[in-house]
């Protein structure tokens, strides 16, 4: 705050008018600590850019400019008037209007200004009043802002997971009407906005939300297919959409990290397809891979690599919500095994062990009688192991040159399998974790290939 204060006090010391604009207004009004700053200004961008020791043109024919002060960047954006809009792209121009300025943002609780002098708010469509009623509307018109620009309708949505807030009834209905309009809308900022539902302290209802909108069916068609899908009713009293979002529920409860939650959301999606019955039983073989197979179609599919809200590349992403959504049934598996089975699975799980055991505690959670205390002993077990609950960073004693040299194999296949066995054997308690035995091991089990002209 101290940095927007000093461009705030630049700016009008150089006879310009200068506000906190946006969600910054909006969050302290509701005693939250806002992520960033936004100012807006009717100085032009080259005004700012030679105001400032520090700027970065960040977008100056968007009208703005990043100034960084004591390290930190801050937007300094120029007052805007829309000329036209296409529903993707808006033309602006510059205005000296701040009341123009606010009357193009997109809710009315996105919509105020801050004076920074007087500490007064400047609040022309009730943006104050729709905090404390807790809703999210449209500043103007809601079919009209929809129609302006499409990405309002899921910006929507996204506000009211992130504060946890109802879509007042005349914006909702516009939404419902102008929700098809989303497949105008590039893929990237449609993800950027999924993450933030669900990154949202109400993501919950955010998804219900999308559901009720019809745009969760049009995203993730592979979670759609759950509804109706029945289950063994000793198990469950839910069917499998049901369940996930009973699921998401307790994950909402339990984390707020958006990926654990969205793995949480994707944990069944191999049901429809693997559903059988024989007399009367109704079975899944398999569906934790078939759903774990679905997932790189799907976040290629939504580009979820692109938003700045993720730092995962597609295939870390994909990596992770596979592993979660692959070992998801593993934990019932393992039936109280102790030693080398559970150390086994703590390496399999690796880094990720908390987040899978936070899915499976959400999965738990969600069925007709949660067992949660195997779950438990599951967890102290694993603690249990002590150091070996570090087992997910074990390394093979021997290098792969070690290896090849030992059993005399080329780089290729063979190798790889030899040292993924090591290491299992050495996670499984089989073999000492030490040079000579790994030695010893190795050749006990592969031998030694004899190739012409190797020594
Ligand atoms: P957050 O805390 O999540 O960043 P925010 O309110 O800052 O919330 P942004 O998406 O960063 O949301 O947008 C900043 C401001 O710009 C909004 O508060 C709103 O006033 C305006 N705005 C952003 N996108 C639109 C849009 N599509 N249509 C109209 N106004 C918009
Ligand atoms: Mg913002």
């Known amino acids: 705050m101290r940095g927007a204060l000093h461009i705030l006090a630049t700016l009008r010391a150089a006879g310009f008018q200068a506000y906190v604009v946006g969600g910054s207004v909006r969050d302290r009004e509701l005693g939250l600590e806002p992520q960033d700053h936004d100012i807006a200004t009717d100085a032009t961008p080259d005004r700012v850019l030679a105001l400032f020791p520090k700027v970065i043109p960040t977008g100056v024919k968007h009208g703005t400019v990043t100034v960084i002060v004591e390290g930190v960047p801050y937007e300094v954006t120029t007052f805007r008037r829309d000329v036209e809009c296409h529903g993707r792209h808006a033309t602006v121009e510059h205005t000296t209007s701040l009341q123009e300025d606010l009357s193009r943002r997109d809710f009315t609780v996105n919509a105020m200004a801050c004076d920074p002098e007087t500490g007064q708010v400047i609040d022309p469509f009730g943006g104050r009043e729709d905090l404390t009623r807790r809703v999210i509307r449209c500043v103007g018109d809601p079919p009209a802002r929809f129609e302006e620009d499409h990405l309002r309708v899921l910006r929507a949505i996204r506000f009211a997971a992130q504060l946890d807030f109802e879509i007042e009834p005349a914006t909702w209905a516009a939404l419902l009407e102008k929700a098809p309009l989303l497949e105008r809308i590039s893929q990237e900022r449609i ?3 999924l993450w933030g539902v669900l990154a949202g302290r109400a993501v919950w209802h955010g998804v219900r939300l999308l559901d009720q909108a019809g745009i969760l069916a049009r995203l993730l068609p592979e979670l759609a297919a759950t509804r109706g899908v029945t289950q063994p009713p000793r198990y469950h009293h839910l069917d499998v959409f049901e369940h996930t979002m009973l699921a998401l529920q307790h994950a909402q409860d339990s984390t707020p990290d958006p990926v654990t939650r969205l793995a949480v959301l994707l944990h069944d999606i191999g049901k429809p397809a693997t559903r059988s ?7 899944f073989h398999g569906h934790e891979e078939v759903g774990a197979r679905l997932v ?3 976040v290629a599919r939504l580009r979820l690599a692109a938003s700045s809200r993720i730092h995962l590349d597609t295939k870390e992403l994909t990596d992770r919500l596979q592993k979660l959504i692959r070992l998801h049934l593993r934990p019932s598996q393992l039936h109280g095994a102790k030693g080398g089975a559970l150390r086994r699975f703590v390496r399999e799980a690796g880094l990720l062990l908390d987040e899978l055991l936070l899915v499976v ?14 779950l438990d002993r599951l967890k102290r077990d694993i603690a249990a192991l002590g150091p070996a609950s570090h087992i997910h960073q074990l ?3 021997l290098s792969g040159h070690e290896i090849m040299r030992l059993l005399g194999l080329q780089p290729g296949k063979a190798l790889g399998e030899a040292k993924d066995a090591l290491v299992d054997a050495i996670v499984s308690g089989e073999v000492p974790d030490d040079r000579e035995a790994a030695e010893r091991w190795l050749l006990a089990r592969f031998g030694r290939v004899v190739t012409p002209g190797v020594p």
Do not use: F, K, V
């Open 277 to 283: 019955t024989d007399h009367e039983a109704i079975h």
């Open 191 to 193: 993800a950027h906005e």
């Open 361 to 374: 505690l959400c999965d738990r959670l969600a069925h007709r009688e949660p067992d949660i205390e195997a």
């Open 296 to 298: 790189p179609d799907l």
């Open 395 to 397: 390394r093979s004693p």
